[in-house]
């Protein structure tokens, strides 16, 4: 199916545990971002990437790391969890950075 | 550093009203304004894209303008229905990413 997707959906994991949360698109989008929603931050970004092999932080990079082999995938690590990381992560694709992005369902995550 | 400000932070209304929802940014060098809309528990769906050489776009029922040197723009939402109780966030557009403001949720009841 066409569109961007995201796995898993929901996720709990411990404290100090990697994780690792995927997002794929087809429509060859050579820009892609992540980004977490937390009550009373509205959507933060976290990295985003203009092309394969090029990636770029946000505005709360810290714990997390990304790559970018392919143009067609972007997956978030986070590399040792904590309760603050604990939140809705979104993943968008769009042709240009500022412009119309396309976002995926999201994946919940919680830290214990 | 840009700031994208939207308010109210919550509406409630009846069914039929036209309403009003305002965003505001601090920095008036911008490609593109858009509104979205989010329904809960789900993702981002684009409803409206204003160009910065553009002062307003519709779409049906929606009116968004945009007004750069004051750092203001406002979705207008007319004959408001129950179908339409959602968070609205407005997002600023630079070269490269998007910035979010907090949103408006909004509840429309009959």
């Known amino acids: 199916d066409a569109g961007i997707t995201q796995s898993p959906r929901y996720k709990i994991t411990e404290t100090g545990r990697q994780v690792t949360l995927m997002c794929h698109q087809t429509w060859s989008h050579s820009y892609m971002f992540w980004y977490r929603q937390d009550l009373g931050h509205g959507l933060r970004l976290i990295y985003y990437s203009a092309a394969a092999d090029i990636t770029d932080k946000g505005e709360v990079p810290d714990g997390y790391v990304v790559s970018r082999s392919k143009t067609e995938n972007f997956p978030l690590t986070l590399e040792s969890a904590t309760r603050s990381q604990t939140s809705v992560y979104f993943c968008?694709?769009?042709?240009?950075?500022?412009?119309?992005?396309?976002f995926g369902p999201g994946t919940r995550l919680t830290v214990t | 550093k840009q700031e994208v400000t939207q308010i109210p932070a919550a509406l409630s209304v009846p069914e039929g009203e036209n309403l009003v929802l305002n965003c505001s940014f601090t920095?008036?060098?911008?490609?593109?304004l858009q509104w979205f809309r989010q329904d809960p528990g789900k993702g981002l769906t684009s409803l409206l894209l204003i160009q910065s050489s553009q002062r307003e776009q519709t779409s049906g029922r929606l009116n968004a303008s945009l007004d750069k040197s004051s750092g203001r723009s406002t979705l207008y939402i007319a004959a408001s229905q129950p179908g339409d109780s959602a968070t609205y966030l407005c997002a600023v557009g630079g070269t490269d990413k998007l910035i979010f403001g907090t949103g408006t949720r909004l509840q429309v009841f009959p």
């Open positions: 920095d008036s060098a911008i490609y593109n």
């Open positions: 968008a694709s769009g042709s240009s950075g500022g412009w119309e992005q396309y």
